[in-house]
């Protein structure tokens, strides 16, 4: 008997409910999904991960390291939304596997680069495979979410926090002992990941377009009593939120090994442990938002994993090393569990326009962190990294903002 790959696995029926949505939940084409946003987001943690050796070998200093994760994240933040208004229009099923080849490039640049312009071009050829990989994914993740949207988001997205996880590690055990070479023999995870992705667009191709057929002929497309201003007032609360939440996270994710560095001198491989620990945190907070989103609604998971992490991220600047190491996986818990909610939020507001809000919100949040990295960068070197935590630990007050939006959550769970 013959194997079924994931390009030809279809679930039992497609056959829209009176909702239009399809009646089962591909797990194998989210898993797939789940495991290449692994492998990509692994690839580019390695970036921000090698921050410390890359200061060092290349004589920069903090605000300079912040460029670099802003020309990362400004690449995928202007093309994301280009790339899901595109595919909006017409899908390109194959277009995650070819995203995955930019990151391919990316690497093996990075892994060869001898000046600092060399290494900028590296991280926005790294920043391009993004701008194409999430915006489609996150369509192919919907249509394959049988109606569990923010399951299937978070199942997705889980994926990229693991992979942001690993990244410090391999960054500790693989790269940091052998030097800025060895960054290219992650691109076999690279054509790994450009195969798997290959088939998931194979399925897409001959059925998941039809989902999405479907559910647009069924009505998927239906308004839900809001006006254009009331839509585009909500958009704007979205936008709030997602930049207290990524730029309060790109303190984390650029500064914090420096951070325990300076402050407890911690060795480079410790702090490195130490932001797996953290991102972690964040994979988990990522799996648990979704669901939970799916059943109480979105609003009430925003409340909670923004504006209820405000006492802990105040806390943080203000205690001892195994304090932080406990409030960093408290926040990266809390505070993950929101996007998820956001993303499914903000397509239920615009439905049928996945691929645009997908490219917006995720451009948003990359462009958002970057431009944090850069500034937070600037200012550690005005005053220290001690200071941007206590900075930022007010940015969690924006969650506030959460009290304005409708309660439509309901209506689409």
Not at 224 to 246: D, E, P, T
Request: charged share 10%.
């Amino acid at each position: 008997m013959m194997q079924k790959t994931v390009a030809d696995y279809a679930p039992p029926t497609i056959a829209p409910t009176a909702t239009g949505l399809p009646t089962t939940t591909v797990f194998p084409i989210l898993f797939a999904l789940s495991f290449c946003h692994m492998l990509n987001d692994m690839m580019q943690s390695l970036i921000s991960a090698l921050f410390p050796m890359i200061k060092s070998d290349f004589n920069l200093d903090y605000g300079q390291i912040g460029l670099i994760t802003l020309a990362f994240q400004l690449t995928a933040s202007l093309l994301q939304p280009l790339v899901g208004i595109a595919t909006d229009k017409r899908p390109m099923p194959y277009s995650i596997s070819i995203g995955m080849g930019s990151t391919l490039i990316g690497l093996i640049l990075l892994s060869r680069a001898h000046s600092y312009g060399a290494l900028i071009f590296a991280a926005a050829m790294v920043g391009v495979g993004s701008a194409i990989f999430h915006p489609e994914s996150s369509r192919v993740a919907r249509a394959a979410s049988g109606g569990r949207f923010g399951l299937a988001q978070s199942l997705f997205q889980v994926g990229g926090n693991a992979g942001s996880a690993i990244g410090p590690l391999m960054a500790a055990w693989v790269v940091l002992p052998r030097g800025q070479g060895s960054i290219a023999w992650f691109s076999g995870t690279a054509l790994l990941a450009m195969l798997v992705l290959f088939l998931v667009g194979s399925w897409y191709s001959r059925r998941g377009l039809a989902v999405v057929a479907k559910k647009r002929a069924a009505g998927d497309m239906s308004g839900h009593g809001l006006s254009r201003g009331r839509i585009g007032f909500a958009i704007f609360i979205l936008v709030a939120l997602i930049f207290s939440k990524n730029v309060y996270s790109a303190s984390l994710g650029s500064y914090y090994t420096f951070y325990l560095i300076e402050k407890f001198g911690l060795t480079v491989s410790n702090a490195q442990v130490m932001l797996f620990v953290y991102m972690g945190a964040v994979a988990a907070g990522t799996l648990i938002g979704g669901p939970i989103g799916d059943r109480i609604g979105r609003k009430a998971v925003m409340w909670v994993s923004i504006l209820g992490v405000l006492p802990f991220t105040l806390l943080l600047p203000h205690v001892g090393l195994e304090m932080t190491a406990a409030l960093t996986v408290i926040i990266g818990l809390i505070m993950a569990s929101s996007f998820p909610a956001i993303l499914v939020y903000a397509q239920e507001l615009l439905p049928g326009r996945v691929g645009m809000v997908s490219g917006i919100f995720f451009g948003f949040a990359f462009g958002l962190g970057g431009l944090g990295a850069a500034a937070l960068g600037e200012l550690a070197d005005i005053t220290s990294i001690q200071f941007v935590y206590n900075v930022t630990a007010f940015l969690p007050a924006i969650g506030v903002l959460t009290a304005l939006l409708p309660n439509v959550s309901k209506r689409f769970s």
